[in-house]
C-alpha cells in the first residue's frame, strides 16, 4: 500500500483538532481550511467542535473546526462574496477535475460538516458504487456508499428505500466513517478494512483481516485517495 504513511500524516490534519482564535465575531476574517483552501466571511464564531461563520453575502454556514488550520484577518476588505460552504481556491488541471466527479459538492458539504476529507469519501464512494446512487449489492447494501438497511436505521435513516437518495446515503455513510475512525484511534487502514468486513473482524484480527476482497478493497480505496 504505497504512500500509507504519508496518506496517514496528512489525513491527521483533518481529524485532529486546531487552536484557533478566540470565541467571538470579528469582522473581515479569511478562514483557512487544512486542504488548502480559504474562505473570506464577514466574521465567525466557535462553539465546542463547530465553526460557524457569517457569509459575506448574507446567511452563516457551520462546520467542523478539525476542518481549519487558522484564521486570519482580512487584508482585502472588498473581496466579492462566496456562495454557501464554497471556498476560493486556485484553480488547477487536478481542482478541476476534483470538482468534476459526480456528487462532488454533495459529497464535500457532507464530508466538511462531520470533519472528513472530501477525498476520502470520493474514495469509497467510487470503490463501493462507482457513483451509481441505484446501486444494490447482494447482501442488500444500497446507495453510492453502499451502507446496509440495518446500519443506516442506527443512523437515522428511517427505511431502506432512503438510502437510494443521495444526500441521505452519503450523510450515513459518512458518519458510519468517522465511527469507525474513532473506534481505530485514526488507522485509516483497519477503519477501511473495518467498512469493508466488519469492526467485529478487524478488531478479532488485530489489523486488516486475510479475506482477499477486503485486502484488495483496502488497496483500492487507498490508490483513490488523493488528500
Known sequence: MRQVGHRRLLFGLLMSAVVLAPVGPINAEVIFFANGRTMSVKGYRISGDTVTVTLRQ??????DRSLVSHIAPSEIPDLPPVAPL??????????AAFEARPFAELIETV????????????????A????????KSRVGARGLMQVMPATGRDLG???AAMLFDPHANLEAGVK??????????????????AYNAGPGAVSRYRGV??????????RKVLASFQP
Open 58 to 63: 448574507g446567511g452563516e454556514a457551520t462546520f
Open 209 to 218: 483481516p486475510p479475506y482477499q476482497e477486503t485486502r484488495n478493497y483496502v
Open 111 to 126: 464530508a466538511f460538516e462531520h470533519g472528513i476529507d472530501p477525498a476520502l469519501v470520493h474514495a469509497v464512494v467510487e
Open 128 to 135: 463501493e458504487s462507482n457513483y451509481r446512487a441505484t446501486a
Open 86 to 95: 464554497a471556498t476560493e481556491a486556485v484553480a488547477t488541471p487536478a481542482r
Open 176 to 193: 458510519y466513517l468517522k465511527s469507525l475512525l474513532q473506534r481505530f484511534d485514526g488507522d485509516l487502514t483497519n477503519a477501511l478494512a
Open 157 to 159: 435513516v428511517a427505511s
